[in-house]
């Protein structure tokens, strides 16, 4: 078995309820598969960085943060804090490898 890259944005403010939300989608979507290639197959997540950014910025850039150490199939994923225009935290981008 490998693993590949996900992503997942969900736009709640609070980053366990995006979490649960993110969980939630991907098992109705994709099953409760260890191996589904989904954010199911993680084992929680952690804030990579304080500062919020734009999911712009998330999605052009989460593939070079992939080498973070704390990513690895199965473990936690990583949660971006995403912003609006104004700095408002609007969302929570996650991303990591999953069971695949």
């Not at 078995?1 to 979507?29: C, N, R, S, W």
């Amino acid at each position: 078995m490998g693993a590949h890259p996900f992503t997942d944005y969900i736009a709640t403010p609070d980053v366990e309820a995006a979490y649960q939300e993110a969980i939630d989608a991907a098992v109705g979507e994709y099953g409760h598969g260890p191996y589904n290639g989904s954010i199911s197959t993680t084992d929680g997540y952690f804030i990579l960085d304080a500062a919020p950014v734009t999911l712009t910025e998330a999605s052009q850039t989460f593939r070079d943060r992939l080498d973070d150490p704390r990513i690895s199939r199965r473990d936690e994923c990583a949660a971006w804090a995403i912003c609006d225009e104004t700095g408002t935290r609007i969302g929570w981008f996650f991303f990591g490898l999953a069971a695949s």
